[in-house]
């Protein structure tokens, strides 16, 4: 079935009834609910409760939901779903010994995958970034953050922002675009470093900003990519044309990042691997975001950023795959949340939070991420007997149904 099947059966009042358990949170709690029953008018949830509390409705559609685990529609908040290209070439390298800084001085990464979406029609992309947004989805995703990154030009930049634009016209899941013209200084530019952060800050960012094509900037800062101080000017820019910012902070060494991320009013800091203990009490103070990958850590086998430190220090935690060729070329955003219990000690309740209500602040979204009267219809159902077997039997995708906006958008064979 696909997404046009659905489009033509509009309805207006959709109830879903005698769900095994729904999960929804509360300011610092995690409220479960058995044999609930969740009713949605339109796009939007107009009554949450217990199944035989149900107030009649005329004209309605139920959906029996015996036995299925109810969960916000997930959210991946930071990942680099469109590019062009595969990198396995690369993954053979690591096994063999050499380091992600290595690969990418010797022109692997990022500036690999560059040059496979320099070379790529928009078409070309849109249908990759088609294939990648329906797996994402049926692994109950509503929402993607996408950032762009592998044009590194003005022209491809934009081309990749369009890209993201259009992707919820062809399948029903809503993205969030990041502009990360910011990733790596493309090869063009490698001896003149500040020409190419002056054409990010006076060409790109007013550009994508008065094309209103993207609610967020985020820059890689780290050793050899891009200097707090190349950061801070960008930020600067972007701040200037009423872009919200995001940062790839602290991966692979401590550069200050996650200080910076305060200092400048960010809304997420990401990765941290490398935070310090200054970045910690930096981000407790001021209320930015930890976007936490493991998914890296696991794939590259570096350190995990720590999660129970950041938790401990009353830091809001989001969890999302980073998906992306390089360093975390999956979209199975449960197997994260595993990945999170085992080696960084999370509750299977922190990375529900982590991948739901968390995920939504780390976007700048008050009406996803939760199921309250008022919010969206975003729904992720799991054929699970408790919400705790999602990250317990890892690796494997329990989802089989998804609403977005209040339509069913997605149902696995096995429903
Ligand atoms: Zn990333």
Redesign the pocket.
């Given at each position: 079935m696909n997404y046009h099947t659905f489009e033509q059966i509009r309805f207006a009042m959709m109830t879903f009834i005698h769900i095994a358990q729904l999960i929804r949170f509360d300011q610092d709690r995690m409220e479960i609910s058995v044999d609930a029953a969740v009713r949605c008018d339109g796009e939007r949830i107009v009554w949450v409760g217990r199944t035989h509390e149900l107030p009649p409705a005329d004209s309605d559609q139920t959906v029996d939901c015996r036995d299925l685990v109810c969960l916000p529609g997930l959210i991946d908040s930071?990942t680099?779903s469109v590019f062009a290209g595969s990198r396995e070439h690369e993954f053979e390298l690591k096994l063999q010994g050499a380091g992600y800084a290595e690969i990418a001085a010797r022109g692997g990464g990022i500036l690999n995958t560059m040059t496979s979406t320099r070379h790529s029609s928009k078409e070309h992309l849109l249908q990759i970034a088609i294939r990648h947004a329906r797996a994402a989805l049926a692994f109950g995703i509503t929402t993607l953050e996408i950032?762009s990154g592998y044009g590194l030009s003005v022209d491809d930049e934009i081309k990749m922002l369009e890209v993201i634009r259009d992707l919820p016209a062809h399948v029903p899941i809503e993205t969030i675009a990041t502009f990360l013209g910011a990733h790596a200084v493309p090869p063009e530019y490698k001896d003149r470093r500040e020409a190419y952060v002056a054409l990010v800050c006076e060409e790109m960012i007013p550009r994508v900003a008065a094309e209103k094509l993207a609610s967020f900037c985020d820059v890689f800062c780290e050793t050899n990519v891009f200097t707090p101080d190349e950061t801070r000017q960008i930020f600067a820019a972007a701040k200037k044309h009423q872009l919200k910012l995001k940062l790839?902070a602290d991966q692979l060494t401590n550069t200050g990042g996650a200080e910076l991320c305060a200092e400048m009013g960010a809304v997420s800091a990401?990765h941290l691997e490398n935070i310090s203990d200054r970045g910690i009490e930096a981000l407790a103070r001021s209320g930015v975001v930890a976007g936490l990958l493991p998914g890296c850590s696991f794939y590259l086998n570096m350190q995990y950023p720590p999660a129970r430190r950041l938790i401990t220090a009353g830091i809001p935690i989001a969890l999302a795959t980073?998906f992306?060729p390089g360093s975390c070329p999956t979209q199975n955003l449960p197997l994260i949340m595993t990945i999170a219990c085992t080696q960084m000690k999370m509750t299977p309740a922190e990375v529900l939070r982590a991948v739901t209500v968390n995920a939504a602040k780390s976007v700048s979204r008050g009406d996803i991420g939760n199921i309250a009267p008022g919010m969206q219809a975003d729904l992720a159902f799991f054929d699970v007997p408790s919400y705790t077997t999602i990250p317990y039997r890892f690796g494997q995708n329990h989802c089989t149904m998804v609403v977005k906006r209040g339509k069913i958008a997605h149902r696995s064979p096995i429903a």
């Open positions: 930071h680099h950032k790839h990401d980073d992306n």
